[in-house]
Every structure is written in C-alpha cells, then in structure tokens.
C-alpha cells in the first residue's frame, strides 16, 4: 500500500524533512544503498516519528518520486501557458528544460530511469508511479504533435522516438563531457522527428 497523502496535501514541516533528506539520499547514492536508519539520521527524526509519517520505505521511495512527476507536470504546463498558440516552442522549452538539468551540479540522470533499474518486479509500487508518468509524457507529446498538425497515423511512433530522445539526453547528461550541448542536440534531433512526422 502506498502513501497517497503526499500528492493531496501540503506536507508538515517533520514530513517535509524527511522528504528531502530522502530526496537528496536517493538521488545522488541510489534508493536500495539508503537504509531508513540513514534518513532519520539525516532528518533527525525519531524511528517513531519517520514511521508515523511513511509506514515503510517504500512508501517514501513512492511520495518522492510523486513529487519529482508533479515538479515536470508543473513544468510542461507552465511551457503550455507561456507559449499557448505555438506547440512547436512548447517541446524546445521542455528540451532546454531536460538539458538545463544535465548541466546542474550533483546531476545523476533521470529519477525515474534510476528508480526503474533499482526496482526490477514491473507490479511493485514505485514501477507503477514511474510507468504512469511515462505514460502521461507520452501522451502529453503526442497532444503537441497533434498541434503540429502530425497525422493521427504517426503520432504514436513520434511521441516515442521523442521519449526515447529525452531518455538519452538524460543518459547522456551523465557521460558526456560536454553536458552544455545536450540541450542544443536534443532540439535538433525532435525538430528532425517532427519534421519527418509531418512529411506524411
């Protein structure tokens, strides 16, 4: 069972401690390698006090990452709203977004992607979260690409070529020794997957 409180209410400021210390924990060593010992020493939180607020790691692993998805749901809609009549700007501004992440200091890669590699069994909780919000991407993608005029027939295959484009900007972000150009690059290869999209 998870905690679903984290997405309908503000958090208390004990709770919201122990969220970012997981956050923070999580990301930068990895969720499996972070016992729940670790965080409330990092919170300063009582055993009592962590398991009154989350009734198991997994329930914590779940309200971070519900948090990570409401920041980039935040974030698409924002681009939606300052750029209303043009879709096309709408994928730049979440392009440059993805690649202004790479560029941050502590950068790891994508939290979901993460969270998938460490969570093997597709039924558990936090691969529900993470298929959910690839889901809800795609779909976002494809309603753009629907602006853009792409035909019904390839709007499918081009919201998942441009996924695929995010997920190995994030991958890439990690690598590579210039993570200033991921932004640029991403632009261009989903300005080229739009433009083969709309050839038909």
């Known amino acids: 069972m998870t905690d679903t409180a984290t997405t ?13 210390a997981a956050r923070r924990r999580f990301y930068r060593d990895g ?8 965080l409330i020493a990092d919170a300063e939180v009582s055993k009592m006090t962590f398991y009154r607020h989350f009734r198991s790691k ?22 939606r ?3 209303p009549d043009d879709p096309a700007e709408v994928l730049r501004t979440y392009a440059r977004r993805v690649g202004a992440l790479t560029c941050t200091e502590g950068f790891r890669g994508c939290a ?8 093997a069994d597709a039924t558990h909780p936090v691969r529900t979260v993470v298929a959910t919000h690839r889901t809800w991407l795609r779909e976002e993608l494809s309603r753009i690409l629907v602006d853009l005029g792409v035909t019904s ?24 020794t210039e993570p200033a150009r991921v932004a640029q690059r991403l632009v261009d290869a989903g300005e080229s997957v ?4 709309l050839r038909d």
């Open 8 to 20: 309908t209410a503000r958090p208390s400021a004990v709770r919201r401690r122990i969220l970012d």
């Open 31 to 38: 969720i499996r390698t972070v016992s729940a010992d670790r």
């Open 58 to 79: 997994d329930d914590l692993v779940v309200a971070y990452l519900s948090e990570v998805v409401a920041e980039e749901r935040a974030a698409l809609a924002e681009a």
């Open 81 to 83: 709203c300052a750029h």
């Open 112 to 119: 979901f992607l993460n969270a998938a590699a460490e969570y």
């Open 153 to 176: 027939a390839r709007v499918e295959e081009a919201a998942v070529q441009l996924q695929m484009l995010r997920d190995g900007a994030m991958v890439a972000g990690t690598l590579d």
């Open 194 to 197: 739009v433009r083969d999209a």
